[in-house]
């Protein structure tokens, strides 16, 4: 079955410490692919996504995400992070079916960053 | 401006209780999603319109699921008979394109 998979569903770090959330999708034709975050009492926020072209990605608040076809990844990473940075964080395909996208969601990862 | 809006935001009903939950998407915006979020788990998807068309529900976990968007811009999703399984957040995203977009708060669904 289509899937996605974030490989890390609780991630604890203290500030400063660098982040990588791992994402992977099952999907073989074409996807677009996206990071979302949902803060503490807050809704669902776009990060950042993928459609074509330079396969790193930069979002908002010095997250990236860099896509490798190959290995059918797309993890997002920053390289220092801060405690507003506490939230879920969930990976995101959206695949071609029946001449729509449909989207698939992972499970999300829970980041708590310690003061 | 204005983003997506739902209601009720909160929603205890009884076993075999029918609910009617709403989705008031960015204005323009074309394409509406729903998804349901179970605890613990990411959203997933349930079906998806483009203006009043529904392109495809091949999400919705049954025929008691019911959703329509008669003219284009205000959404519901209609629950007949619930069921206890059926308690998960609800939620609706909507986007001036064919990819997911904006997310609404969600309404919570309890059934008892």
């Known amino acids: 079955a289509q899937s996605v998979s974030q490989h890390n569903h609780h991630v604890i770090l203290s500030e400063a410490a660098s982040l990588e959330l791992g994402c992977n999708y099952s999907?073989?034709?074409?996807?677009?692919l996206f990071w979302y975050v949902q803060y503490p009492g807050q809704h669902l926020q776009l990060l950042l996504k993928?459609?074509?072209?330079?396969?790193l990605v930069k979002g908002i608040k010095g997250f990236e995400a860099e896509f490798i076809k190959s290995k059918f990844s797309f993890n997002l990473r920053k390289p220092s992070v801060q405690w507003s940075d506490t939230a879920e964080y969930f990976c995101?395909?959206?695949?071609?079916?029946?001449?729509?996208?449909?989207?698939?969601f992972g499970r999300g990862t829970s980041l708590i960053v310690h003061p | 401006g204005a983003g997506v809006s739902q209601s009720p935001r909160y929603k205890v009903a009884k076993r075999g209780q029918d609910v009617a939950l709403r989705c008031d998407p960015i204005?323009?915006?074309?394409?509406l999603f729903w998804y349901q979020q179970a605890l613990g788990q990411g959203p997933e998807f349930l079906t998806y319109?483009?203006?009043?068309?529904?392109?495809?529900k091949s999400g919705l976990p049954s025929d008691r699921f019911f959703a329509e968007r008669p003219e284009g811009s205000v959404s519901t999703l209609k629950i007949q008979r619930t069921q206890q399984e059926d308690s998960a957040v609800y939620l609706c995203?909507?986007?001036?394109?064919?990819?997911?977009?904006?997310f609404g708060p969600g309404t919570r669904l309890l059934v008892l």
């Open positions: 995203a909507s986007s001036p394109t064919e990819q997911s977009g904006s």
């Open positions: 319109f483009q203006n009043e068309a529904q392109l495809d």
């Open positions: 995101a395909v959206n695949h071609l079916s029946g001449g729509s996208y449909i989207p698939t």
């Open positions: 999907y073989g034709g074409t996807v677009n």
């Open positions: 993928y459609f074509s072209g330079d396969p």
């Open positions: 204005s323009g915006h074309v394409s």
